[in-house]
């Protein structure tokens, strides 16, 4: 078998170079006989306008500074290290982060990747295979100073044992994390030596929709890629994504493992980190892209380097959005500042006199547009900071004094008492709704005090006026248009009271934090 193998290749081998001969002696025929001469062919070398018209040159510059991060750790069993968005919806998670999913890898001795294709990793239970595994993670970085300092993604780095750095020119350093801030997935790193390439800082507060930007990191690990696009929108919160956000939205490209890389202007600043995509059901790009705006990550940076941590202010509060039934329930002629839907036991807004229902026009003279606006303005404030706060208070506009708090690492949320009640099921008086008493087995169930009164939301119809409004199962109404509801009976009285030409506003507790639905 070898021979005839050895002798079929010598075939193959002998057919290529007699094909190659008649070519040729072909091509030889054609220059003798033919009557056309040779074409001579030049290449048109590059214009000035083409250069300018393009990118590389700034690339250049760029590209050099933008470096591959990977990080690993070691993680017991049943544990999962790959950190999904925040938030408590129940929906299929819609944002995804990038780079410690992608290359996210475990080491499993024992068990053969063969075998776990067809039987998966519980095929390593039937063996002697050792509880703790490590995980393996990709991501960018980008060095911003030529002593080394590195801004990434929190996420990039979050527990690891063990970082490195993969330069431009292929060298490989051990990275130091000097400081994190998870609240806004920022990180700063710190490899050791001198002279290294960097990217200018440019200024975020100028970033404008349709500016052209560039997206540059090592997607899949195959390298330092560009991709290019414009900026879709700014100061994009309220996602879920981070506790903090302010992001910067653009259609470039953003990949699995561009998570910590750069996004520059055309002038080549620095003016993002990217951090994640809105990746639907297929995990891939879909032209919706969210960088962290350098002037956030610059201010972390700063916080970092002096004190090792980010420190930010604290008020203590739920905010949320003011909508067009809200803003009517309230007695607020426009849909814009931040409703308090709970105060916080003990926090500053509680002892500033905040209540739940006000609503928070104004910090510091500063208009308040939404509950995202009011997080990220208190978040970039210092702890101990003195505030003033514009609040509407039934209708009636009065003026507060807050000393903010620091952000603590736990927040504990306040959540009302009173006495318990039990009763029967029954159907409540909205539409699609279908009520019953909250037992003491249900508030633990819910993860709320069992002190805790009102009504637990059984079913919630598809569809419905209350389902658009935001009630879901599981929500405890505690009252109905500002009336304390105990128990079945005292919520539909107070559904019969309401203006059927009004919203009916509820204050919803939602796993031991309250919140206010208009439900037209």
Do not use: C
Request: neutral net charge; glycine residues 12%.
């Amino acid at each position: 078998m070898k021979n005839k193998f050895n002798s079929r290749r010598w075939v193959a081998s002998a057919m290529v170079t007699a094909g190659l001969a008649v070519a040729g002696f072909v091509g030889l025929r054609a220059a003798t006989v033919g009557e056309n001469p040779p074409a001579t062919i030049k290449t048109a070398p590059r214009s000035e306008a083409a250069a300018r018209r393009g990118y590389s040159a700034m690339i250049k510059k760029v590209v050099p500074a933008v470096v591959n991060i990977s990080s690993s750790k070691v993680v017991g069993p049943n544990t999962s290290s790959r950190r999904g968005p925040r938030g408590d919806n129940n929906q299929t998670p819609r944002f995804r982060q990038r780079g410690d999913n992608q290359g996210n890898s475990q080491d499993l001795p024992g068990l053969d990747p063969f075998f776990r294709q067809f039987f998966g990793d519980g095929f390593q239970q039937q063996f002697n295979v050792p509880q703790e595994r490590r995980e393996k993670s990709l991501g960018s970085g980008v060095i911003i100073s030529p002593e080394g300092y590195i801004l990434t993604n929190n996420h990039v780095v979050d527990g690891s044992n063990e970082v490195t750095v993969t330069l431009y020119d292929k060298r490989d350093l051990k990275a130091r994390v000097v400081g994190t801030d998870p609240r806004t997935d920022i990180a700063v790193l710190k490899i050791e030596g001198s002279n290294f390439p960097f990217v200018t800082l440019g200024d975020s507060s100028q970033v404008e929709v349709g500016d052209i930007v560039l997206a540059i990191g090592d997607p899949f690990g195959v390298g330092q890629t560009v991709t290019s696009g414009i900026v879709s929108a700014t100061g994009r919160g309220g996602l879920g994504i981070e506790e903090v956000e302010d992001f910067i939205q653009t259609d470039a490209p953003i990949n699995p493992g561009n998570s910590g890389g750069a996004l520059v202007n055309d002038e080549g600043h620095l003016v993002g980190i990217n951090t994640a995509i809105l990746s639907g059901n297929s995990g891939g790009n879909q032209g919706i892209g969210f960088a962290v705006p350098i002037n956030m990550a610059r201010h972390d940076l700063d916080e970092i380097l002096k004190k090792g941590k980010v420190d930010r202010g604290y008020l203590g509060i739920y905010p949320q959005d003011v909508t067009p039934g809200i803003a009517k329930a309230f007695k607020s002629d426009r849909s814009t500042g931040a409703l308090v839907g709970d105060v916080t036991a003990g926090s500053p807004a509680e002892k500033a006199g905040l209540q739940k229902g006000d609503i928070i026009l104004s910090v510091d003279g500063a208009a308040i547009a939404d509950a995202n606006q009011l997080r990220l303005k208190v978040g970039m404030l210092n702890p101990n900071s003195n505030v003033n706060l514009k609040v509407l208070r039934n209708g009636k506009p009065m003026d507060m004094s807050v000393r903010l708090g620091e952000f603590p690492v736990e927040e504990a949320r306040a959540s009302n008492r009173g006495r318990n009640n039990s009763g029967e099921e029954s159907t409540g008086g909205l539409e699609g709704v279908t009520v019953e008493n909250l037992t003491r087995d249900a508030a633990q169930e819910l993860q709320i005090p069992p002190s805790t009164t009102g009504v637990v939301v059984d079913q919630v119809g598809q569809g419905s006026k209350a389902a658009e409004s935001g009630l879901r199962q599981g929500d405890v109404i505690q009252e109905v248009n500002h009336q304390r509801v105990n128990n079945v009976n005292e919520y539909r009285q107070a559904l019969r009271a309401a203006d059927k030409n009004a919203p009916v506003l509820l204050l919803v507790n939602r796993r031991g934090n309250t919140m206010f639905l208009a439900v037209s």
